[in-house]
């Protein structure tokens, strides 16, 4: 394994069946599989559903862990497939805010907070448009912070197809977003 020392000895102690250690594995990750949930799934009860799926999901297999990856990389793969699961099943769409939101948190009045929470509005809306692909790559880099190399280790996908659905993902944003620049009023 490529684990480093307290993660192998609780990966090793989860394969054995330790509950102290599935515990403690959960407590490790729960806050990071529900935040890549509820960003996909845009409610609480959706995202508990897939961090509930994730979890039982990556405790039934990780006898299977092999540690070719990370074992961060490992869960994030989990969650992911998790939420792409939960889309076939429901085919709900994806309220997720990106990074530009960050940006405009700079005032306190009031007016300047309801257009910055119109604006927020129009990227959710622009993102859930987006397909899949595109989404979780959007996802995984702006809201879980994951570089080019993590992702395409998540997704099982090269780090050229990562850039690929970034730069597809930017430009259709853009193409939805652009009215904004402009002043204009349309979604």
Not at 43 to 53: F, K, N, R, S, Y
Request: net charge positive; glycine share 6%; hydrophobic share 40%.
């Amino acid at each position: 394994m490529v684990l480093e020392g307290q993660e192998r000895e609780l990966v090793e102690a989860c394969q054995r069946g330790d509950r102290e250690a599935f515990r403690t594995l959960f407590e490790t990750y729960k806050n990071k599989v529900y935040s890549v949930a509820l960003r996909f799934a845009g409610e609480e009860a959706a995202a508990m559903d897939i961090a509930q799926d994730t979890f039982v999901k990556l405790f039934s297999c990780i006898r299977d862990f092999r540690g070719d990856s990370g074992f961060e990389t490992w869960v994030y793969r989990m969650v992911v497939n998790s939420c792409l699961d939960q889309k076939r099943r429901t085919r709900r769409l994806i309220p997720l805010a990106d990074e530009l939101m960050a940006t405009l948190r700079a005032t306190g009045d009031v007016l300047a907070q309801m257009l910055r929470d119109e604006i927020g509005n129009r990227v959710r809306a622009a993102v859930e448009k987006l397909a899949p692909d595109l989404r979780i790559v959007i996802v995984l880099r702006y809201t879980e912070g994951l570089a080019y190399d993590q992702i395409a280790e998540v997704l099982g996908c090269s780090q050229g197809t990562v850039a690929s659905r970034l730069n597809r993902a930017h430009k259709a944003l853009e193409r939805r977003l652009s009215h904004l620049a402009k002043g204009g009023s349309h979604a």
